[in-house]
């Protein structure tokens, strides 16, 4: 794994390497809950190369697509058509994962030799079902996962740090995935984690996404420590 220190996920005005000081929100305001209500924020540990783009503010959301954009072509005259491909592509991707509740994006910009080594990372709130007196069990929501996705799933109760919660791995062709160039005949590996949100009947999914099937065991590793960082804070 690539050296990781904490970054946390406040909408800080642009994308990249977010500070220690820093936390992501989880609910829009704060102060509306009492002592004993959820967590408004979460911090975890993610490698060092991988880029943020924060989803809930359009204006912050732009800035990160263009400074991810300067970051792949810096040369603006010589790649002007792979930065306004590029440019539209993110765009495009990252409005798609904000309609869906969406919190924030990361996307790995490692090399190797020169070649990319692709991963993702989406944060998404599942908001609180009011018809709920509490929160689903997560055992519940295991065994929904497993009737929904049979054997193409591998699905557990996994306690974390942060408390327990649902681990899901599956292999899936997404839409945006196609949109990025993947090739229809090989699918990402999907490594989702369902956190329910204490205090609450709202719950935080981490889906990451390895596409290289070759380099998928090892990158559901690091999954596996980044999920494992997770921590809820005030």
Do not use: C
């Given at each position: 794994?690539?050296?990781?220190?904490?970054?946390?996920?406040?909408?800080?005005?642009?994308?990249?390497?977010?500070t220690?000081?820093q936390?992501?929100?989880?609910?829009p305001?704060?102060?509306?809950?009492?002592?004993?209500?959820?967590?408004?924020?979460?911090r975890?540990?993610?490698?060092?190369?991988?880029?943020?783009?924060?989803?809930?503010?359009?204006?912050?959301?732009?800035?990160?697509?263009?400074i991810?954009?300067?970051?792949?072509?810096?040369?603006?005259?010589?790649?002007?058509v792979k930065?306004?491909?590029?440019?539209?592509?993110?765009?495009?991707?990252?409005?798609n994962?904000?309609?869906?509740e969406?919190?924030?994006?990361y996307?790995?910009?490692?090399?190797?030799?020169?070649?990319p080594?692709p991963?993702?990372?989406?944060?998404?709130?599942?908001?609180?079902?009011?018809?709920?007196?509490?929160?689903?069990?997560v055992?519940?929501?295991?065994?929904?996962?497993?009737?929904?996705?049979?054997?193409?799933?591998?699905?557990?109760v996994?306690?974390?740090?942060?408390?327990e919660?649902?681990?899901?791995?599956?292999?899936?062709l997404?839409?945006?995935?196609?949109?990025?160039?993947?090739?229809?005949?090989r699918?990402?590996t999907?490594?989702?984690?369902?956190?329910?949100?204490?205090?609450s009947?709202?719950?935080?999914?981490?889906?990451?996404s390895?596409?290289?099937?070759?380099?998928?065991?090892?990158?559901?590793?690091?999954?596996?420590?980044?999920?494992?960082?997770?921590?809820?804070?005030?």
């Amino acid at each position: 794994m690539a050296r990781a220190e904490e970054r946390v996920a406040f909408d800080n005005g642009g994308g990249g390497a977010a500070t220690p000081e820093q936390s992501a929100k989880i609910s829009p305001t704060e102060g509306e809950k009492g002592q004993d209500g959820p967590p408004k924020r979460y911090r975890m540990i993610t490698p060092t190369d991988w880029f943020r783009i924060p989803l809930r503010s359009e204006k912050k959301r732009t800035r990160a697509v263009q400074i991810l954009v300067d970051m792949a072509y810096p040369n603006r005259d010589e790649f002007a058509v792979k930065r306004h491909e590029l440019r539209e592509l993110l765009t495009e991707v990252t409005q798609n994962a904000s309609q869906r509740e969406a919190i924030e994006i990361y996307l790995a910009t490692e090399a190797v030799m020169g070649i990319p080594i692709p991963a993702s990372l989406m944060v998404t709130a599942e908001p609180e079902n009011p018809s709920l007196p509490r929160q689903m069990p997560v055992s519940l929501l295991a065994d929904g996962i497993r009737d929904r996705y049979g054997d193409a799933a591998s699905v557990s109760v996994v306690t974390l740090p942060a408390g327990e919660a649902v681990r899901s791995r599956r292999e899936e062709l997404s839409e945006d995935s196609v949109e990025l160039g993947q090739d229809k005949e090989r699918p990402n590996t999907l490594l989702e984690f369902f956190l329910p949100v204490p205090h609450s009947t709202a719950w935080l999914v981490l889906t990451f996404s390895a596409p290289l099937k070759e380099l998928a065991d090892a990158q559901v590793q690091m999954f596996d420590a980044i999920a494992a960082s997770f921590r809820w804070s005030e």
